[in-house]
């Protein structure tokens, strides 16, 4: 075997007599009070095999990562919560119906101002028409309106 020519290399004899091997010493069966009755897992778990660099082979089962606990379920939505809910989806339906109502009754009263004025310019009318009628009632007064004529600051009539 050729050794390297550098002093900080060491050669592989060197290495393999300083390697320390441990072997794993076997625990003492656990003496149980009751017997144990064999039990079938529900699935048979599967087996692994990992090849190591120097050629071993090392067979086991595989190892199951922790599984995180359940999230606690929900609780149930109270009633009120749901009424409450449905109360806003049926106001939201209607928001159209509310819209054209309100626009109704500006509508209406709208047209029953216009009656109103129209009542107002009719009435006042009559009473005019009333007044400034020249149909003779007999017992009034009757002016005759001659055209005056002023000259120099004097009245003629």
């Known amino acids: 075997m050729n050794e390297p020519t550098l002093p900080h290399h060491r050669s592989a004899v060197r290495d393999a007599a300083a390697v320390e091997i441990h072997h794993p010493t076997p625990l003492a069966p656990?003496?149980?009070?009751?017997?144990?009755?064999p039990?079938?897992?529900?699935?048979?778990?599967?087996?692994?095999?990992?090849?190591?660099?120097?050629?071993?082979?090392?067979t086991g089962y595989a190892i199951e990562p922790a599984k995180p606990e359940p999230v606690a379920t929900k609780p149930a939505v109270s009633r009120t919560a749901v009424n409450i809910a449905l109360g806003g989806i049926g106001f939201g339906a209607v928001c159209g119906g509310l819209v054209l109502l309100t626009t109704f009754i500006a509508a209406l009263a709208a047209l029953v101002h216009q009656l109103i004025i129209l009542a107002a310019v009719i009435f006042g009318g009559w009473i005019a028409v009333q007044v400034f009628s020249a149909s003779g009632h007999g017992g009034g007064n009757t002016f005759h309106i001659r055209k005056a004529v002023i000259k120099r600051n004097h009245f003629h009539g």
């Open 39 to 58: 039990v079938q897992p529900g699935s048979i778990p599967a087996v692994a095999s990992v090849v190591l660099p120097d050629g071993r082979v090392v």
């Open 30 to 37: 656990v003496q149980h009070a009751a017997p144990l009755v």
